[in-house]
């Protein structure tokens, strides 16, 4: 992290580098990562918000904690200069992209899935709608705001606004009489 803070560019960080600035020797690195994609990754995924447990009293609030968290993750990056220009790194380098989304792009996307398909199976959602479609249109706008449009505002409340407007759409339709 302090050779992150002090603008050291991921290209130029090697594991003798990050050894020599913790005091330690390169087999204490090598212990607990396997190389420095991942102990990158490890060090970004520390700096990040932590991921709060789901309430599992429906789909609608385990939704609004999931967009919870990435609007909080869209704060830090706007207010942290080291979270943005790390999340920028990232992105041009194919290998430390592909260990950050394996460990926590992909569990993330799995855990939407799997409240989306509970919320099929208990009759919360729509059943002729796609889980990865409607994945996409849940969490398509906060992603929006927090990664293409920095200037665009992420309050309190706006991961309900979100997932209230998208179910609103998604839940079955009652039939006539009902």
Do not use: C
Request: glycine share 8%; aromatic share 2%; net charge neutral.
């Amino acid at each position: 992290m302090k050779l992150l803070e002090d603008g050291v560019p991921l290209a130029e960080l090697s594991i003798e580098r990050i050894a020599r600035t913790a005091g330690v020797g390169k087999a204490a690195i090598y212990r607990r990562w396997r190389g420095k994609e991942e102990l990158f990754v490890d060090v970004v995924r520390t700096a990040e918000p932590p991921d709060p447990e789901l309430p599992g009293t429906s789909v609608r609030d385990d939704l609004v904690v999931l967009l919870e968290i990435l609007r909080r993750r869209g704060l830090a990056s706007r207010s942290s200069a080291i979270l943005h220009s790390v999340h920028a790194q990232m992105k041009s380098s194919p290998r430390v992209w592909a260990a950050y989304h394996s460990a926590v792009i992909a569990p993330r996307h799995r855990l939407g899935l799997e409240i989306l398909r509970r919320g099929q199976a208990n009759g919360e959602l729509r059943t002729d709608i796609d889980v990865e479609v409607m994945h996409d249109i849940i969490v398509g706008p906060m992603l929006v705001r927090s990664l293409l449009r920095a200037d665009a505002d992420l309050p309190e409340g706006l991961s309900e606004r979100i997932v209230d407007t998208v179910l609103d759409g998604l839940r079955p339709v009652s039939s006539p009489g009902a």
